[in-house]
């Protein structure tokens, strides 16, 4: 969301939880940041109204706001329609003009904070607590002009304030829809505000997180100075007719519009007052706690039916006096504290297929995928997910939350040995990986065959079969000739290499997205990297094969021309020629031919143009100059194979598809590279192995050919 998104039809609309920018910026709607509002006030250079439905939020961003308002060149009127509480309350105590609605409340009380910790850790926040409730309460004074004890007293007893109440004890100055009242003396609405304390605890129940609020303690003329009192309440009155009555010299802004009345000269002062209907006020209250229960309790009904929500737990949400636009996330956080887990042994697992597609939505999220479950967390960061993961365990302390967050098991339970922030970045971590080594491709695999699976990493064995398999006349007695079968292996083992990465604290708070990129895509280079180096190695260097002890291009192979040559039509049918003329293992009989086939032509950088210009369609001048081969190769330049690599800038290959020359394995379950968590509870960082296990060696040389080249 942005600042722009909290204005509506002129005024600034501040609706939901005072949050965190990083918080507002995964959800949709349910609460404000002080950037945003900062935003939103730059978009009017003069006057601007406020309209506030607040239950508060963090107190640091409450306090930002009100530096905001203060801040800003034109005069602010807030607004207060619903209610005004805590941090929200806080917020607005700068604003030029505080009105409330008729069934508006606003409340005041100390900072608080969810804690685990030490003995002394939780002394020091509590100190914090208290230095932070005596400059909120100095805020609230300086407003109200009541003392910063008298305010104290308020916030120790969380007190809620009715509007007549507000403008009373000085946190609003008028009754939006009251201007026709006539004004009253303080003493009269001192006596007023008594009679309507019992209606008002009904709603303050109603409210208030923890049972029934304390009763709203009246402010009377001995706490309040007589410029308060005329600053609250003007009366119009003469003077000259009173002399016990003075008016201010600068009018305030009213609360109410008033009616003078002039007594006559030898009568006492009379002031009459039509009083505030307290008890329609008190029921639209009722009214919209009634709502608000009702609408939570529709909410959580389907969970309730699933067996996912208990009615306590429902209970305690509405208690708590939740909003209904933030009662959603608050039921998520439940619910995953509260996930059965199941399992015995090794094996644990959540139990709640919610709690996985969450986990889902989480993972997507954070690789930018919105088309499915990450569609509910768009544009979540870091930041987001570790604070996401604290829940409201930690109140608003962003740090502190995150910090929280990177080691949380609330919802895998600890199953995978690690936090729940190590398993959800380490599956990015590794599905972006896995994306980027399949975009790459394998150039190898021109020269390989289909990779094989290792069980472990001892040497396994690449097995070619043949034999003498020619077709023989039957015998007159009508038996057949047995075949020879004959096989030959060749060793192959799987290596493993990788390196360490860690995703670091700081970089949770500095939401570093880009490590989500930029390290499996450099992983996923470093692991093609790698098995083109291990592949086009055994080519370059010429690796022998294990069965024979014989390597790879040999005379003995009938693969290696005696002399070197260019790239020609002369050169590649006398290589051609060899591999037509290549027999089966095993066989004993000199016709029984392979039919291997040349397809590939490989060459190094230094021959890429001559390759090209080989295998280029051309029409020649005369017929001796056809190149028959040009439609039947298709050239690919490998740079590993050149002078650059320790090879040679002029040897070029003919290979053929259907025998390739290089095996190829995995170790089994490891077909791409994979990321592996080794510390997942690490406070400060997620530690993890990227790796990547790959084997490969010359087994089969009838396939290919070598000429050294000129």
């Given at each position: 969301m942005q600042g722009d998104d909290l204005i509506l039809n002129g005024e600034?609309?501040?609706?939901?939880?005072?949050?965190?920018?990083?918080?507002?910026?995964?959800?949709?709607?349910?609460?404000?940041?002080?950037?945003?509002?900062?935003?939103?006030?730059?978009?009017?250079?003069?006057?601007?109204?406020?309209?506030?439905?607040?239950?508060?939020?963090?107190?640091?961003?409450?306090?930002?706001?009100?530096?905001?308002?203060?801040?800003?060149?034109?005069?602010?009127?807030?607004?207060?329609?619903?209610?005004?509480?805590?941090?929200?309350?806080?917020m607005i105590m700068s604003a030029d003009r505080i009105e409330i609605s008729a069934g508006s409340f606003i409340m005041i009380h100390n900072p608080s904070r969810c804690l685990c910790g030490t003995a002394d850790e939780l002394r020091r926040h509590a100190s914090d607590l208290d230095q932070m409730a005596a400059v909120y309460a100095g805020v609230y004074a300086a407003r109200s002009g009541q003392t910063a004890a008298q305010v104290m007293s308020l916030m120790d007893a969380e007190t809620y304030f009715g509007p007549a109440e507000a403008v009373a004890a000085g946190f609003a100055d008028a009754i939006v829809g009251a201007e026709g009242m006539p004004a009253v003396p303080i003493a009269a609405v001192m006596a007023l505000h008594a009679a309507s304390v019992t209606n008002l605890r009904m709603c303050a129940d109603k409210f208030s997180a923890s049972g029934p609020a304390p009763a709203v303690q009246p402010t009377g003329t001995a706490g309040r100075t007589q410029a308060a009192v005329a600053a609250t309440q003007e009366v119009h009155m003469d003077p000259e007719e009173n002399p016990a009555v003075q008016a201010p010299a600068t009018p305030p802004v009213p609360p109410v519009s008033v009616t003078p009345q002039t007594p006559p000269a030898t009568a006492p002062l009379q002031v009459s007052m039509q009083a505030p209907d307290t008890a329609a006020i008190t029921e639209r209250a009722m009214q919209a706690e009634r709502d608000r229960q009702r609408g939570i309790r529709d909410m959580a009904r389907p969970f309730m039916s699933a067996g996912q929500l208990s009615e306590d737990q429902v209970n305690t949400v509405i208690d708590e006096g939740t909003s209904l636009a933030a009662a959603g996330s608050r039921f998520m956080t439940v619910m995953a504290a509260s996930a059965p887990i199941t399992g015995s042994g090794g094996g644990i697992r959540i139990t709640r297929d919610e709690t996985d597609t969450r986990i889902e939505g989480l993972v997507c999220a954070m690789m930018r995928q919105y088309d499915g479950p990450g569609q509910q967390f768009r544009g979540m960061r870091l930041s987001g997910l570790a604070m996401h993961l604290a829940g409201n365990r930690q109140g608003h302390d962003r740090n502190r939350a995150m910090q929280v967050g990177f080691r949380s098991t609330t919802m895998l339970g600890g199953a995978h040995g690690v936090s729940d922030f190590a398993y959800i970045t380490t599956e990015v971590m590794n599905r972006s990986l896995i994306a980027e080594y399949d975009r790459r491709g394998a150039n190898w695999s021109i020269v390989a065959g289909t990779p094989l699976e290792a069980s472990d990493f001892r040497e396994m064995h690449a097995v070619r079969f043949g034999g003498d398999f020619q077709l023989k006349t039957v015998k007159e007695n009508g038996e057949y000739h047995e075949a020879t079968l004959a096989d030959g292996a060749d060793g192959l083992a799987v290596e493993r290499r990788g390196r360490t990465i860690s995703l670091t604290f700081e970089a949770v708070v500095n939401d570093d997205m880009g490590a989500f990129q930029r390290i499996p895509r450099e992983f996923a280079m470093a692991a093609r990297t790698m098995e083109n180096s291990m592949v086009w190695k055994l080519i370059r260097t010429n690796a022998a094969l294990s069965s024979d002890s014989t390597a790879l291009f040999a005379t003995g192979h009938k693969n290696l021309a005696a002399s070197g040559g260019a790239i020609s039509a002369t050169t590649v049918g006398a290589a051609r020629k060899a591999m037509w003329e290549q027999t089966a293992y095993g066989s004993k009989d000199s016709d029984d031919f392979l039919q291997v086939v040349a397809d590939r032509l490989l060459v190094p950088p230094a021959l890429e143009l001559a390759a090209m210009q080989f295998a280029a369609s051309t029409t020649p001048v005369k017929d001796s100059e056809t190149n028959p081969f040009k439609d039947s190769l298709t050239p690919s330049t490998i740079p590993h194979l050149g002078a650059a690599a320790g090879g040679s800038d002029t040897a070029w290959y003919l290979i053929a598809s259907d025998l390739p020359p290089v095996s190829v394995a995995y170790l089994s379950g490891y077909e791409s590279p994979t990321v592996q968590t080794i510390e997942g509870m690490n406070p400060d960082k997620v530690t993890m192995n990227a790796r990547h296990i790959f084997g490969a060696a010359n087994t089969e040389f009838r396939g290919s050919y070598k000429n050294p080249g000129a």
């Amino acid at each position: 969301m942005q600042g722009d998104d909290l204005i509506l039809n002129g005024e600034i609309i501040l609706e939901g939880d005072v949050l965190s920018h990083d918080f507002c910026q995964f959800m949709e709607g349910g609460c404000f940041s002080a950037r945003m509002v900062r935003e939103a006030l730059s978009r009017f250079s003069g006057d601007v109204t406020v309209r506030v439905n607040s239950g508060g939020g963090d107190p640091y961003e409450g306090e930002a706001i009100r530096a905001a308002i203060e801040a800003h060149p034109g005069r602010v009127t807030v607004v207060i329609a619903g209610v005004a509480a805590s941090a929200a309350s806080l917020m607005i105590m700068s604003a030029d003009r505080i009105e409330i609605s008729a069934g508006s409340f606003i409340m005041i009380h100390n900072p608080s904070r969810c804690l685990c910790g030490t003995a002394d850790e939780l002394r020091r926040h509590a100190s914090d607590l208290d230095q932070m409730a005596a400059v909120y309460a100095g805020v609230y004074a300086a407003r109200s002009g009541q003392t910063a004890a008298q305010v104290m007293s308020l916030m120790d007893a969380e007190t809620y304030f009715g509007p007549a109440e507000a403008v009373a004890a000085g946190f609003a100055d008028a009754i939006v829809g009251a201007e026709g009242m006539p004004a009253v003396p303080i003493a009269a609405v001192m006596a007023l505000h008594a009679a309507s304390v019992t209606n008002l605890r009904m709603c303050a129940d109603k409210f208030s997180a923890s049972g029934p609020a304390p009763a709203v303690q009246p402010t009377g003329t001995a706490g309040r100075t007589q410029a308060a009192v005329a600053a609250t309440q003007e009366v119009h009155m003469d003077p000259e007719e009173n002399p016990a009555v003075q008016a201010p010299a600068t009018p305030p802004v009213p609360p109410v519009s008033v009616t003078p009345q002039t007594p006559p000269a030898t009568a006492p002062l009379q002031v009459s007052m039509q009083a505030p209907d307290t008890a329609a006020i008190t029921e639209r209250a009722m009214q919209a706690e009634r709502d608000r229960q009702r609408g939570i309790r529709d909410m959580a009904r389907p969970f309730m039916s699933a067996g996912q929500l208990s009615e306590d737990q429902v209970n305690t949400v509405i208690d708590e006096g939740t909003s209904l636009a933030a009662a959603g996330s608050r039921f998520m956080t439940v619910m995953a504290a509260s996930a059965p887990i199941t399992g015995s042994g090794g094996g644990i697992r959540i139990t709640r297929d919610e709690t996985d597609t969450r986990i889902e939505g989480l993972v997507c999220a954070m690789m930018r995928q919105y088309d499915g479950p990450g569609q509910q967390f768009r544009g979540m960061r870091l930041s987001g997910l570790a604070m996401h993961l604290a829940g409201n365990r930690q109140g608003h302390d962003r740090n502190r939350a995150m910090q929280v967050g990177f080691r949380s098991t609330t919802m895998l339970g600890g199953a995978h040995g690690v936090s729940d922030f190590a398993y959800i970045t380490t599956e990015v971590m590794n599905r972006s990986l896995i994306a980027e080594y399949d975009r790459r491709g394998a150039n190898w695999s021109i020269v390989a065959g289909t990779p094989l699976e290792a069980s472990d990493f001892r040497e396994m064995h690449a097995v070619r079969f043949g034999g003498d398999f020619q077709l023989k006349t039957v015998k007159e007695n009508g038996e057949y000739h047995e075949a020879t079968l004959a096989d030959g292996a060749d060793g192959l083992a799987v290596e493993r290499r990788g390196r360490t990465i860690s995703l670091t604290f700081e970089a949770v708070v500095n939401d570093d997205m880009g490590a989500f990129q930029r390290i499996p895509r450099e992983f996923a280079m470093a692991a093609r990297t790698m098995e083109n180096s291990m592949v086009w190695k055994l080519i370059r260097t010429n690796a022998a094969l294990s069965s024979d002890s014989t390597a790879l291009f040999a005379t003995g192979h009938k693969n290696l021309a005696a002399s070197g040559g260019a790239i020609s039509a002369t050169t590649v049918g006398a290589a051609r020629k060899a591999m037509w003329e290549q027999t089966a293992y095993g066989s004993k009989d000199s016709d029984d031919f392979l039919q291997v086939v040349a397809d590939r032509l490989l060459v190094p950088p230094a021959l890429e143009l001559a390759a090209m210009q080989f295998a280029a369609s051309t029409t020649p001048v005369k017929d001796s100059e056809t190149n028959p081969f040009k439609d039947s190769l298709t050239p690919s330049t490998i740079p590993h194979l050149g002078a650059a690599a320790g090879g040679s800038d002029t040897a070029w290959y003919l290979i053929a598809s259907d025998l390739p020359p290089v095996s190829v394995a995995y170790l089994s379950g490891y077909e791409s590279p994979t990321v592996q968590t080794i510390e997942g509870m690490n406070p400060d960082k997620v530690t993890m192995n990227a790796r990547h296990i790959f084997g490969a060696a010359n087994t089969e040389f009838r396939g290919s050919y070598k000429n050294p080249g000129a």
